[in-house]
C-alpha cells in the first residue's frame, strides 16, 4: 500500500472513530435537554405487538422486524418497557446499540467508497453525521430503509448491479416497504424512479410535475386522501414549535395544491424556523448546504451517482411534503436516506473513478 493511500486510511478510520466519539456523547446529551417525542416511536414500537400485514400498522410491522434485535436487548437484561420515560443506562445503552447498527452501515459505506480525505470533505461529513446522530441513536424505523438503501448501494458497489439496476431494486424493495409499512415509502418509491428516470431530461421533469398538479387538480375529490392521513403522525397534531403551517383551504384542489408547493419549499430553505428558536440553526443551515448540493446535481445532470442520490434526496423532500405535519418528523427521517445524503453532499474517490 502506498504512504499517500495509508495516510487516506488512517484520516478515514480516525474520523469515523472521532464521528462516533462525538455522536455517542451527544446522545446521551440530548434526552437531558430534548422532548420526548424523540422516543415517542420507539416506545410504540416496544409495546405494539409484531405483526406484518397488508396497508397494516407501520408500528406493529417495524416491532416484526426489529423483534430479533429487541428480544437481544432484553436477553441482555436491558429492560425496555420504561423506554424514554426516564434518563437511565438502559436508555443510553438501547439508544448505543441502534446507533452502533446504523454506524455501522455508515461506516463500511464510507471505507468501500473511499470518502476524500480533505479537511473540508472531511468536516463536511462530521457535521452532517454528528447533527443527525440523535435521529439513529435510538430505536427508530427509519433503520429498516436504511439497510435497504445501504443494501442496493452495496450490490452497485460489488458490480452485481448497474446504476439502473441499483435504482430498481431500491425502489422495488422501498415499495414492498410501502405495502407493508407505510403507505409513504410508496409513493417515495414511485417519485425516485420518477425523478431518476428524468434527471437528464429537466424539461419533461416540469412538464411531468405541471402535468400531475393539473390531474390533482381535476380529480382530487377521487384522490384516496384517507392514505395521506394515515402516513402522518397522528399524535405529532399537538406539535406547534416546529409545526408546518397551511394557508390555504386544505379541503379545496387549489389550497390542497398550494399548501404542498409552500411546504416544498420551505422543507427546502427552511427559514422560517428560524425566528421559532435559533436551536433550529444548524438544521437550517444544514438544509441549506443540501438544497445548494441539489441544484449543484440539478445544474450538472451527467453526474450519474449524484443524480441517483439526488433523485433520492429531491423525491424524499417531495413525498415529506406530502405527508411530514412538522419540520421534526423531516429531519428524522432523513436518517432513511442518510447514505444518499452522503453521496450528495460529501466526495468520495470511487465515485469520481466511476464518472466518465
Known amino acids: 500500500m502506498a504512504h499517500d493511500d495509508l495516510n487516506r486510511l488512517v484520516g ?6 472521532f464521528c462516533f466519539l462525538a455522536a455517542a456523547t451527544l446522545s446521551a446529551l440530548i ?7 424523540l422516543y415517542f416511536d420507539g416506545l410504540t414500537i416496544i409495546r405494539e405487538r409484531p405483526r406484518l400485514e397488508w396497508l397494516g400498522n407501520s408500528y406493529g410491522a417495524a416491532a416484526y422486524v426489529l423483534h430479533p434485535l429487541l428480544r437481544g436487548l432484553a436477553a441482555l437484561g436491558i429492560r425496555l418497557d420504561d423506554y424514554g420515560l426516564r434518563y437511565s443506562d438502559d436508555l443510553l445503552l438501547t439508544n448505543l446499540v441502534f ?4 454506524f455501522a452501515g455508515i461506516a463500511t459505506f464510507t471505507m468501500r467508497w473511499r470518502l ?13 453525521v454528528v447533527l443527525l ?8 424505523k427509519e433503520l429498516i430503509p436504511f439497510a435497504v438503501m445501504a443494501a442496493s448501494l452495496g450490490a452497485y458497489r460489488a458490480g452485481v448491479l448497474g446504476l439502473r439496476g441499483c435504482a430498481w431494486a431500491y425502489a422495488a424493495a422501498m415499495a414492498v416497504c410501502g405495502l407493508y409499512f407505510r403507505i409513504y415509502y410508496l409513493a417515495y418509491a414511485l417519485i425516485f424512479l420518477y425523478n431518476f428516470a428524468l434527471w437528464r431530461r429537466q424539461r419533461w421533469w416540469i412538464a411531468g410535475l405541471i402535468g400531475m398538479g393539473g390531474a390533482l387538480l381535476l380529480c382530487y375529490h377521487r384522490l384516496p386522501l384517507a392514505l395521506l392521513d394515515q402516513g402522518r403522525a397522528g399524535y405529532l397534531e399537538g406539535v406547534s414549535a416546529s409545526r408546518i403551517e397551511y394557508y ?8 390542497f395544491l398550494g399548501n404542498r408547493i409552500v411546504t416544498f419549499g420551505t422543507m427546502l430553505l427552511p427559514f422560517n424556523l428560524l425566528p421559532v428558536s435559533l436551536a433550529y440553526t444548524p438544521f437550517v443551515v444544514l438544509q441549506a448546504y443540501l438544497t445548494a448540493c441539489l441544484w449543484r446535481a440539478w445544474r450538472r445532470p451527467q453526474c450519474a451517482v449524484r443524480s441517483l442520490a439526488a433523485s433520492a434526496v429531491l423525491g424524499f423532500t417531495m413525498v415529506s411534503a406530502l405527508f411530514e405535519p412538522d419540520f421534526g418528523s423531516y429531519f428524522r427521517h432523513k436518517v432513511g436516506i442518510m447514505l444518499f445524503l452522503l453521496l450528495l453532499a460529501v466526495e468520495f474517490d470511487w465515485r469520481r473513478e466511476r464518472q466518465p
Open 12 to 17: 478515514r478510520l480516525n474520523l469515523l472513530l
Open 31 to 37: 434526552p437531558l435537554v430534548w422532548h420526548d417525542k
Open 99 to 102: 446507533g452502533a447498527s446504523f
Open 116 to 128: 476524500r480525505a480533505t479537511p473540508a470533505n472531511m468536516t463536511v461529513f462530521f457535521a452532517l
Open 133 to 140: 446522530s440523535p435521529f439513529f441513536f435510538c430505536i427508530s
Open 248 to 255: 390555504f383551504d386544505d379541503g379545496q384542489a387549489w389550497g
